[in-house]
Structures are given as structure tokens and as C-alpha cells.
């Protein structure tokens, strides 16, 4: 789950990276055009991630049904941890394993996006 939640940021942030690439903003308007677009890409590719785990946990019956899943798997994932829902004792470990991969991807977006300002900041200058 780990492999494939990487491979999906890795194509996403890719995807982004090139299409940004050619962008030639030059305009306050158009920068804040270009960072509206990143940040909704960056929430949809977390999104789908944590949509990775959640049916990971329903289809295992992990959870009890789809909503409690994903609601597990955003908090989880997201290191809110609030422990109204916990795995059974079987699966706890793996709880572990999505909040480390959430803390990583998450650390992976904030530097793309860094870097995406940068750049534009530069290409200014």
C-alpha cells in the first residue's frame, strides 16, 4: 500500500511538475491561478490515497463499513488521530504504517509546492 500511494503521488507530482513547467506566469493573477490549481491537485492526490487505505480497510473488514473507513483512513492519515475509531488488534501496526506514509507525503507536497513557488519566483527575478 505504501509502494502504490508513493506511485500515485510520484505520477500526480510528475503530472504537475510538467504542465507547470511550461507555464510562464508572469502576472500576481496567474501566480495565484497556478497555486489554486497545485494546492486542489495536491489535496485530490492525497484524497485518493487515503481512498487507497480505506478500501483497503473495508474490503479486509477492518472497519465496519465504508464511511468509518474513510473516516479512519483521513484521520489516520493526516496524523489527526482522534481514537474514536481504532483497528482490531490485528491491524493496529498497519494504522501505524498509513500515518507514516501520510506524514511523508504530505512533507513530499509542501516541498513540491516550495518548489514550485521558487521557481516561478525566480523566472520573475
Known amino acids: 500500500m505504501l509502494a502504490l500511494c508513493v ?18 506566469a508572469v502576472r500576481f493573477v496567474q501566480w495565484v491561478w497556478v497555486f489554486i490549481r497545485l494546492a486542489w491537485l495536491i489535496v485530490v492526490l492525497h484524497l485518493v490515497e487515503i481512498s487507497l487505505w480505506a478500501f483497503l480497510y473495508f474490503w479486509q473488514e477492518a472497519m465496519p463499513d465504508l464511511q468509518s473507513a474513510f473516516y479512519f483512513s483521513a ?3 493526516t496524523t489527526t488521530g482522534y481514537g474514536d475509531l481504532v483497528l482490531p488488534m490485528d491491524w493496529r501496526l498497519l494504522g501505524s504504517i498509513e500515518a507514516l506514509t501520510g506524514i511523508l507525503l504530505c512533507g513530499w507536497s509542501a516541498g513540491f509546492f516550495f518548489a514550485i513557488v521558487s521557481e516561478i519566483v525566480h523566472k520573475r527575478d
Not at 506511485?7 to 510562464?24: D, E, K, N
Open 7 to 24: 506511485l500515485t503521488h510520484a505520477v500526480g507530482v510528475t503530472f504537475a511538475a510538467r504542465r507547470l513547467g511550461r507555464a510562464q
Open 75 to 77: 484521520v489516520t492519515y
